[in-house]
T-cell receptor, first 111, second 114 residues
Framework: GNSVTQMEGPVTLSEEAFLTINCTYT??????LFWYVQYPGEGLQLLLK?????DKGSNKGFEATYRKETTSFHLEKGSVQVSDSAVYFC??????????FGTGTSLTVIP | DAGITQSPRYKITETGRQVTLMCHQT?????MFWYRQDLGHGLRLIYY???????DKGEVPDGYVVSRSKTENFPLTLESATRSQTSVYFC?????????????FGAGSRLTVL
């Protein structure tokens, strides 16, 4: 079946620290992979995506590389800011009209 | 305004009452989805729709009813609300063309069932 497992939270970091949020997946075929971000009181919004193996998605200083050999799509950022405090969701889409989400990882960045 | 809007944003109701959550999108996207978000479960798919008059069950459909008479609207109805349906509900639509395979979410509807 299809599923996403992501790092348990919550995660608390100091400003300018390095961020990694782990995400691994199980899927049939060659899914597209996504990171969505949810700011307080808002809906989810797309942060970045990758559609094939070895692709790197990037946006707002965040990066994630599609690793088929390890079935992973870890989210990284070199220097987090207070404004990055949010809940981050890893997701996959095996077919284009089906989406599977992880449970979310809450990030708090303190000044 | 272009986008996807949900209403109401907040709703408190009592057990046994009927509640309808509205979702409207302005892009004429074919696919629309309803998710619920609960702590420890992330997002779970309730129902989705591929087009007007075409709907299908997701992971947790029990207790919910949907309809889609027009492409732009996808209401979710709880026919007899239960406390276990207290949650945050998100509607989403799926882009086409260069935005294909990407979901755009509404701001959510927080429902409390007493």
């Amino acid at each position: 079946g299809n599923s996403v497992t992501q790092m348990e939270g919550p995660v608390t970091l100091s400003e300018e620290a390095f961020l990694t949020i782990n995400c691994t997946y199980t899927a049939t075929g060659y899914p597209s992979l996504f990171w969505y971000v949810q700011y307080p009181g808002e809906g989810l919004q797309l942060l970045l995506k990758a559609t094939k193996a070895d692709d790197k998605g990037s946006n707002k200083g965040f990066e994630a590389t599609y690793r088929k050999e390890t079935t992973s799509f870890h989210l990284e950022k070199g220097s987090v800011q207070v404004s990055d405090s949010a809940v981050y969701f890893c997701a996959l889409s095996p077919t284009g009209n089906q989406f599977y989400f992880g449970t979310g990882t809450s990030l708090t960045v303190i000044p | 305004d272009a986008g996807i809007t949900q209403s109401p944003r907040y709703k408190i109701t009592e057990t046994g009452r009927q509640v309808t959550l509205m979702c409207h999108q302005t892009w004429s996207h074919s696919y629309m989805f309803w998710y619920r978000q609960d702590l420890g479960h992330g997002l779970r798919l309730i129902y989705y729709s591929a087009a007007a008059d075409i709907t299908d069950k997701g992971e947790v459909p029990d207790g919910y009813v949907v309809s889609r008479s027009k492409t732009e609207n996808f209401p979710l109805t709880l026919e007899s609300a239960t406390r276990s349906q207290t949650s945050v509900y998100f509607c989403a639509s799926q882009g086409a063309g260069s935005g294909a395979n990407v979901l755009t979410f509404g701001a959510g509807s927080r429902l409390t069932v007493l």
